[in-house]
């Protein structure tokens, strides 16, 4: 679709989604065995790791993918 996604990771494992320039991946900042654990339900150790992910994680991994359209923007023009 050549979409720019932003892919935040907390019980999904992370490895499964392929690089990409437009994809920026978020992932929790907490390291436990039971990370990726694709539940379903509720968090076995009740402290679900998609909440050690920051608001400032996410809005700066926006800025990165939006300053890629500013500077695709800023490029000159080829010339003939």
Same mark, same amino acid.
């Given at each position: 679709l050549n979409k720019k996604? %932003? $892919?935040l990771f907390g019980p999904t494992a992370s490895n499964e989604i392929h690089a990409s320039p437009k994809l920026v991946? @978020? !992932?929790?900042?907490v390291t436990r065995? /039971?990370?990726s654990c694709l $539940? +379903?339900?509720a968090c076995v150790v009740n402290d679900? /790791? %998609?909440n050690h992910i920051g608001v400032g994680? %996410? !809005?700066l991994a @926006? +800025?990165? !993918?939006m300053g890629q359209d500013r500077k695709e923007s800023c490029?000159?023009?080829p010339q003939p």
């Open positions: 996604v %932003v $892919a991946k @978020i !992932l929790p900042g065995d /039971c990370t $539940a +379903k339900t679900p /790791c %998609v994680q %996410v !809005l @926006i +800025k990165e !993918l490029r000159p023009s």
